[in-house]
């Protein structure tokens, strides 16, 4: 499975971005897909989570209901829709797949991925 994360870029705080996840490959279908991010200096750090279904989401602490994830198997394709950005939000910001479902053990899983994408940028000025 190949991961490639897009949509990142420059905007001012209370702005709105959508990340998008393009998968290639052997089918994204039947893998958990999360959303991570690092800043500079900072360890990676879980941001959001969804099950190859899409019929469950988990979310870290900091995302207080500003971030949705969201998939399409058959577009093979997993987005983040972030909104009301804060500068605290620049990073890398990177997908990645999993054959299991963390549950609660999410902002502790990256380890046990399966697969990672690269980044995408994100910066937010205040």
């Known amino acids: 499975v190949q991961l490639q994360a897009s949509g990142g870029g420059l905007v001012q705080a209370g702005a709105s971005l959508r990340l998008t996840c393009a998968t290639s490959?052997?089918?994204?279908?039947?893998?958990?897909t999360g959303w991570f991010r690092q800043a500079p200096g900072k360890d990676r750090e879980f941001v959001a989570a969804?099950?190859?279904?899409?019929?469950?989401?988990y979310y870290a602490n900091f995302v207080q209901g500003r971030f949705t994830i969201s998939r399409d198997n058959a577009k093979n394709s997993i987005w983040l829709q972030m909104n009301s950005l804060k500068p605290d939000d620049t990073a890398v910001y990177y997908c990645?797949?999993?054959?299991?479902?963390?549950?609660?053990?999410?902002?502790?899983?990256?380890?046990?991925?399966?697969?990672w994408g690269k980044g995408t940028q994100v910066t937010v000025s205040s």
């Open positions: 990645a797949a999993a054959s299991e479902w963390y549950g609660t053990r999410w902002p502790r899983a990256a380890g046990g991925m399966d697969y």
């Open positions: 490959g052997r089918t994204i279908r039947s893998y958990a």
């Open positions: 969804i099950t190859w279904r899409g019929d469950m989401t």
